[in-house]
């Protein structure tokens, strides 16, 4: 009996006759051989930016605690999406959350009012 192409046989221990049957290469090696596997299996565009993030990339992207965004989303208070039960964040929606807590810049000198009495 020949083996089949690709397949090797390796002794399952020390001085044991049991055989088992390994592939040649790891079905992981074989699909980062025809193309690259998304890091947490998340769609991407062709520029492999992720089209949707979760709650702990957007954080890290707005420098913000993932739990605090979460329950901001929760609320409705920031825009988001959720599939299902999932919470995503379109790149939109992180701009959005940024350019919502623009503070407009204060003039020069004293900003302070002073109650007269």
Not at 18 to 23: A, C, D, L, Y
Not at 101 to 113: E, I, K, V, Y
Request: glycine share 6%.
């Amino acid at each position: 009996m020949s083996p089949r192409p690709g397949i090797r046989r390796s002794l399952a221990g020390h001085g044991n006759s049991e055989r088992r049957v390994t592939p040649a290469i790891t079905t992981r090696e074989a699909h980062q051989a025809v193309a690259p596997c998304p890091r947490d299996n998340q769609v991407t565009a062709p520029d492999t930016k992720p089209v949707l993030y979760t709650a702990e990339q957007a954080a890290e992207l707005l420098q913000v605690r993932p739990s605090w965004l979460r329950r901001k989303a929760t609320a409705r208070a920031v825009p988001c999406r959720f599939l299902g039960k999932h919470l995503r964040f379109a790149r939109a929606d992180i701009d959005a959350i940024a350019d919502a807590g623009l503070q407009p810049a204060q003039r020069p000198g004293n900003t302070h009012r002073t109650v007269r009495q």
